[in-house]
């Protein structure tokens, strides 16, 4: 069966400093992975999609990217964090027009 | 742009009642609509997808209904339960090889026992 691992589950990080975010997906090849933000009193924002190795689509323009170095591997990541990247970050992945969702990371920049 | 809508943001009920969540949409041109559950701090879990050629899905106590050409959709939980207290959000996809979700600010429901 298919599963997605994401973490660290939880994050708290200077402003400035650099971040780097891991997911990884098991027991499917080629999927189309994305990067979604959960801020505090807004929804779900969009930030990165990926359908393939080095394909990166960026939804928002920001202090954030995101890189597909292996099939089943998606990372994100900032050089200089700012307070507003704080925010829960959720890894999901495609299969048959469902989205799955990994537990997510809790990000606080301080 | 699509712009999806949950109402209300906030729900409190005793334990047995049946309830209606609702999700509302802009743009009637999507190509599936999603139901999830999210417990607090946790990742979003998947409940029901009805497809755009769809008017409704049922998995146990949960039903949800597609009406496309007035932007809605509803989430019918019968028999609730204190378990079932979580955020409930909708989201809707257009399609295409990105598959993105575009999604309502949820949901808070809480099962009073």
Redesign the interface.
């Known amino acids: 069966s298919q599963t997605i691992h994401?973490w660290p589950a939880t994050l708290v990080q200077p402003v400035g400093s650099p971040l780097s975010l891991e997911c990884t997906v098991e027991g499917t090849s080629n999927p189309?992975l994305?990067w979604y933000r959960q801020a505090a009193?807004?929804?779900?924002q969009?930030l990165f999609?990926s359908?393939g190795i080095g394909q990166i689509?960026s939804?928002v323009p920001q202090n954030l990217s995101a890189s597909r170095p292996q099939d089943r591997q998606f990372i994100l990541s900032s050089k200089k964090l700012l307070l507003s990247d704080s925010g829960?970050y959720?890894c999901?992945w495609?299969q048959g027009?469902?989205?799955?969702?990994?537990?997510?990371t809790?990000l606080s920049v301080l | 742009k699509q712009e999806?809508t949950q109402i209300p943001a906030a729900l409190s009920v005793p334990e047995g009642e049946n309830l209606v969540l609702n999700c509302s949409f802009t743009d009637s041109a999507i190509?599936?609509l999603?139901w999830?559950r999210q417990d607090p701090?946790?990742?979003?879990?998947?409940l029901l997808?009805i497809?755009s050629s769809q008017r409704e899905q049922t998995s146990g106590r949960l039903n949800a209904s597609l009406d496309k050409s007035s932007g809605r959709s509803t989430l019918y939980i019968a028999a609730s339960q204190p378990g079932d207290s979580a955020t409930y959000?909708c989201?809707v996809?257009h399609g295409g090889?990105?598959?993105?979700?575009?999604?309502?600010?949820?949901t808070k429901l809480s099962v009073k026992p």
């Open positions: 994401q189309n994305y009193g807004r929804g779900l969009l999609y359908v689509s939804e829960f959720l999901a495609r027009g469902k989205l799955f969702f990994g537990s997510g809790q | 999806v190509y599936n999603q999830f701090g946790k990742g979003l879990t998947s997808l497809q959000l989201a996809s090889s990105q598959g993105n979700l575009i999604f309502g600010k949820g």
